[in-house]
């Protein structure tokens, strides 16, 4: 079946896959030498009636579906100078997923990876280039990018979404769409040459703690044999009380005047995205609804099966910058000491000894490292606790080595927030935004991980990225296939839940294995969330 070049298929297409709900046409991907199947279908498109609905199965089709072309991304605003998308349009009809496969016949049994974007739950797509799933997929792997709803698509809650449902309450749509992609990757990831048995989930960022929230939700259970989690764990953003949350979603009807259910499910999509500008950038997240979420759903964090899976958990050295504290003050000890006593009063003194600010140097080391903490580190700390508590398999590591400089063609461009750039014509709305910290910086490790630096033209890669790039994607592929990141020609890679020190690989172009000496800091942290 002849199909159109399109977004780096070859011209013909090489393969067809039987899904329950139809077949689909892939083609051979021109980068990566595997079959790719993009677009595909998990769920019904969630609008008119289906908007902040559960995911539904997906309409069947008859014939042959071309697969040629990523799905619209989810409905968002430009939120991250790093993002960008390989998909033509955006849209709510976004429930698609995206295969790449080494050899889609069901006698391959290959093991799976399914990738959660990141994006703090309002932006991010599963086409962007740096999630592309190709050469991780030529390791022997089939890799799956999935979309799932953002932002007020997908987490809003409401007393009428709440009456409507058979559980009594309402939000956490974008798990959910996650929830059935997992579940479509069970009935149908077979036919694409993967073992249905041997999924692991990862993600970065917002994508990590999609994965801890999968480890905590009976809902899951059973649908994934192991999980990697970069920079971020669910207590970066726990979930809401069911009544606050649907606080949140009376009030953001009051505010584009639309007081009930129906009127907020007849409101152009375009205008639903544009009344969220201005609000915190987190008032849509996840519901403790008592369904894919149980009660108290972090004390219960060891108690679900699924969370006795091996875990491979890190973060970046430098998650945030130390402006973040600081703002626009120079770094001295006397305005580093003011910031501390401002967050922690009385326990400032205990802060100012985990974090000591006596020079200039130390002041900057600190605040990063505090400011990083604070951001996502604690969080990915606790989740791998948790599972050291468990008994269950742990694997530790923290990324270190930072990108190169811009590429000679970029110097018309800005840093942005997430380590990314912004056109220079946007200079001005930039210089609110902390430049990137010495250090790996937030997402910084993405296209490392998943072999994708040649598709990100921001920076003048060398050699010792490309090193530390094959580092980690053997760590990442032995991980998948075993639930062990160890293998022949890495360095070896203790697990951190069997010893009285937690160990740690250290990811850089040295790699090399520590001993946490940082645990009395998140320790504090700790304290201070739970009191």
């Known amino acids: ?216 939700s009976p809902l899951s259970a059973g649908l994934f044999a192991a999980v990697i989690g970069a920079s971020g764990g669910l207590r970066s953003l726990p979930p809401l009380a069911p009544e606050a949350a649907e606080q949140v979603g009376l009030a953001f009807g009051q505010r584009i005047d639309a007081p009930s259910l129906a009127a907020l499910r007849a409101a152009p999509a375009d205008r639903l995205l544009a009344a969220t500008r201005g609000l915190a950038a987190h008032d849509f997240r996840g519901v403790v609804d008592g369904h894919f979420f149980p009660a108290e759903p972090l004390a219960a964090a060891t108690g679900w099966p699924a969370a006795r899976v091996p875990l491979m958990i890190g973060w970046n050295s430098a998650e945030m910058d130390y402006r973040v504290l600081l703002g626009n003050r120079e770094p001295t000890p006397r305005h580093y000491a003011a910031a501390v006593r401002a967050l922690y009063g009385e326990q400032a003194g205990e802060a100012l000894r985990l974090y000591p600010g006596v020079t200039t140097a130390q002041v900057r080391q600190s605040a990063t490292d505090l400011a990083s903490d604070r951001f996502i580190v604690y969080s990915a700390w606790k989740w791998a606790d948790d599972q050291r508590a468990a008994g269950a398999p742990l694997f530790r590591y923290l990324y270190a080595h930072p990108r190169p400089p811009m590429a000679p063609d970029m110097a018309g461009a800005v840093p942005g927030l997430a380590g990314g750039v912004i056109d220079a014509a946007q200079a001005n709305a930039a210089i609110a935004l902390p430049p990137p910290a010495e250090g790996a910086v937030h997402s910084a490790d993405i296209e490392y991980a998943l072999g994708n630096l040649d598709t990100n033209h921001v920076y003048a890669w060398t050699a010792a990225d490309e090193q530390v790039s094959a580092l980690m994607q053997g760590y990442y592929a032995n991980f998948i296939m075993t639930g062990d990141p160890n293998g022949p020609g890495l360095p070896v890679w203790p697990r951190a839940d069997g010893r009285p020190e937690m160990q740690y690989m250290v990811w850089d172009v040295a790699p090399r294995v520590e001993v946490d000496r940082q645990r009395e800091r998140y320790q504090f942290l700790d304290r201070f969330y739970r009191s």
């Not at 974008?174 to 929830?179: E, T, V």
């Open 1 to 216: 079946m002849a199909i159109a070049s399109t977004q780096g298929l070859t011209a013909v297409a090489t393969a067809t896959v039987a899904t329950a709900s139809g077949r689909v046409a892939g083609g051979v991907d021109a980068r990566s030498g595997v079959y790719a199947f993009k677009g595909v279908p998990f769920a019904a498109p969630p609008v008119g009636e289906r908007r902040w609905r559960p995911p539904q199965p997906p309409p069947p089709w008859a014939g042959v579906r071309p697969a040629d072309r990523f799905g619209p991304r989810p409905m968002q605003l430009p939120a991250f100078g790093d993002m960008n998308f390989r998909c033509g349009e955006m849209s709510e009809d976004c429930l698609t997923l995206n295969v790449w496969t080494p050899d889609p016949s069901p006698a391959a049994r290959l093991p799976v990876l399914v990738y959660f974007y990141g994006g703090g739950f309002i932006a991010g797509d599963g086409s962007e280039p740096r999630y592309d799933g190709g050469r991780l997929a030529g390791r022997g792997l089939v890799v799956v990018t999935i979309n799932y709803r953002l932002n007020v698509f997908g987490f809003l809650a409401h007393p009428e979404l709440s009456a409507e449902s058979p559980h009594g309450r309402s939000g956490n749509q974008g798990f959910l769409d996650q929830r059935a992609a997992l579940g479509w990757v069970r009935d149908n990831i077979a036919a694409f040459g993967g073992d249905p048995g041997r999924v692991t989930i990862a993600g970065e960022s917002a994508g990590s703690i999609s994965a801890n929230a999968h480890m905590v």
